[in-house]
Nanobody
């Protein structure tokens, strides 16, 4: 059974930084492309960033140059370093294997990020 546990969210002022963590179990983590997604108030869940097993990364245009995704396979953990945060980044952030659909029942609880202006 897949389990995903996100942490590190909080309230921060615009221009600030946060580092999110997500620990996964029940998957072959080191072989899995992992991703961060987010869902803002009244919005659909959207892709933020992904990282392959070979450390190749991909970012949504809205976060390029501000966010950095990384992973530690020994800890089965994926990170999202978020700098220069903007109020538009306010959302619940989730991690998951790349390609998961929102309809799945085994998403984690997410971690709330709130950026004040």
């Amino acid at each position: 059974q897949v389990q995903l546990v996100e942490s590190g969210g909080g309230l921060v002022q615009a221009g600030g930084s946060l580092r999110l963590s997500c620990t996964a179990s029940g998957i072959r983590f080191s072989f899995t492309t992992m991703a961060w997604y987010r869902q803002g108030p009244g919005k659909q869940r959207e892709f933020v960033a992904s990282i392959t097993s070979l450390r190749s990364t991909n970012y949504a245009d809205s976060v390029k140059g501000r966010f950095t995704i990384s992973r530690d396979d020994g800890k089965s953990t994926v990170y999202l370093q978020m700098n220069s945060l903007e109020p538009e980044d306010t959302a619940v952030y989730y991690c998951a294997p790349r390609g998961w659909t929102p309809e799945r029942s085994d998403w984690g609880q997410g971690t709330q990020v709130t950026v004040s202006s």
